[in-house]
């Protein structure tokens, strides 16, 4: 039979060869396959001596098996070598591919960073300055998430250009600065528009106004704030924000100055105190005691308040004022424009006439714009609905309907406030922010809802 032949020659070839050889066991009681060396029955089968090695002789061998070995062998030592190859292949696709990957990672991130800071008309520093370095830094109280803010020159009669807008982080604080052409003219009128829910703030220009190309495009900072856009049809700049935030808005010869901080934040910032304002506020308990000069600053009560101060004159011109609703309270503010320091807090005092009714008496007046305004809707008397429509306020939950000019003489205006219901109040001096002026001294009076 076939597989008896097959074990008889194997059994031969491990007889006649003398040399070492490898076994595998089939059955560990009768049989093995034996596998002779390699070289030594190789050299025994193709050998040209005609003289038989050891018993082996022609007769006796079976070619046709002798063959099979060999490509049994040839079979296996090629199949082991393609396996090697395709291993040594895989490895080196591998070693290519991760060092793409490198060169790709190492290569993409610097190129976006070179973008946004080499970029002409759109540069994004973003390694922080300290506050002291900025021009006219905000204070903590200086920030604002009123909807709507207007200013700026009107410029209907000349074209101005926007070269550059700049975005820079300070330690408390960040600055967005918009910068124009003509440095010896001022901002062109501008319309600030904030959505406090979107967290976002829309900036148009209006006159004639063109812009750098690279700013009528989109682009993404993923930093400081995350996108600046460009309205083609409505001729805006939208500003997209990372989280909710206040604002605070000046102009300055051809530059205006857009300071944010996120409200996550705003709370670690230490107050800087005003250096005029020297005082410590204290509350008047009082309704007949004017606290001794100088005295600025009152906590809230329902008693009659004063702010004291050393002057005499009547030289103090309150020729605009500020609103904004802090939520537990509304606050509404005659200031000096561009004038700062002691010189310009006049002496005045508050009390409640009636549940309705806070009489304002301020001296020390030059002007008020509320005698003389150019303005209908600020000349007399200002409504709620006035503030709302004009300035952007909103005034639903205020506890204000209106504040009128009752008398102006000899340097001291009487104000009657109309109120929805009789609260605490207090009156202090501050220095407040004005678009298109910059900073100015003011007197507030802030009445809870």
Do not use: C
Not at 129 to 146: C, H, K, L, R, W
Not at 249 to 278: A, E, G, H, M
Not at 345 to 355: H, L, R, V
């Amino acid at each position: 039979m076939a597989k008896k032949n097959i074990i008889q020659d194997m059994q031969e070839f491990k007889d006649s060869t003398s040399s070492g050889h490898n076994s595998f066991t089939a059955n560990s009681s009768t049989t093995k396959f034996v596998m002779p060396d390699l070289y030594a029955s190789s050299k025994k089968m193709f050998s040209t001596t005609s003289k038989p090695t050891d018993g082996i002789n022609s007769s006796n061998a079976n070619p046709g098996k002798i063959m099979f070995l060999i490509i049994l062998i040839v079979v296996i030592g090629m199949g082991s070598a393609l396996i090697i190859r395709n291993l040594a292949i895989n490895n080196q696709t591998d070693q290519i591919n991760n060092q793409k990957s490198k060169d790709i990672s190492t290569s993409i991130t610097p190129t976006q960073e070179v973008i946004q800071q080499t970029s002409k008309s759109l540069v994004v520093n973003n390694v922080q300055q300290e506050d002291s370095s900025a021009e006219n830094p905000p204070t903590v109280n200086s920030f604002t998430d009123s909807i709507m803010v207007k200013g700026g020159q009107n410029t209907t009669n000349k074209e101005r250009k926007l070269l550059k807008i700049e975005i820079t982080q300070y330690t408390t604080f960040n600055r967005i600065t918009f910068i124009f052409d003509d440095s010896d003219l001022k901002v062109p009128e501008y319309i600030i528009q904030f959505d406090d829910i979107k967290n976002i703030i829309n900036i148009k220009f209006n006159g004639l106004v063109q812009y750098e190309k690279e700013l009528t495009q989109d682009t993404k900072i993923n930093g400081i704030l995350k996108e600046v856009r460009f309205d083609t049809i409505n001729k805006k700049h939208i500003l997209l924000f990372n989280n909710k935030l206040k604002y605070r808005v000046f102009d300055k010869q051809n530059r205006l100055f857009l300071d944010f901080v996120y409200i996550n934040i705003i709370n670690t910032i230490t107050p800087t105190p005003s250096p005029t304002l020297t005082t410590t506020p204290t509350s008047i308990q009082s309704n007949n005691i004017k606290p001794t000069p100088p005295f600025f600053e009152n906590q809230f009560s329902i008693n009659q308040q004063y702010i004291s101060n050393n002057i005499n004159s009547n030289n103090i011109l309150h020729n605009t004022f500020a609103v904004e609703d802090e939520g537990s309270y509304f606050e509404f503010i005659f200031a000096s424009r561009n004038n700062v320091g002691n010189n310009f807090i006049p002496n005045s005092t508050a009390y409640w006439e009636n549940d309705t009714t806070l009489v304002w008496e301020v001296e020390n007046l030059g002007r008020t714009f509320m005698f003389d305004s150019q303005t209908p809707e600020y000349k007399n008397e200002i409504t709620a609905m006035t503030i709302q429509n004009n300035i952007g306020v909103n005034m639903s939950n205020a506890n204000f309907i209106k504040i009128k000019l009752r008398s102006y003489s000899n340097g001291k205006a009487v104000y009657e406030i109309k109120t929805k219901n009789k609260s605490q109040f207090r009156i202090l001096a501050k220095v407040v922010n004005i678009p298109g002026s910059g900073n100015s001294q003011g007197i507030a009076i802030q009445i809870k809802d």
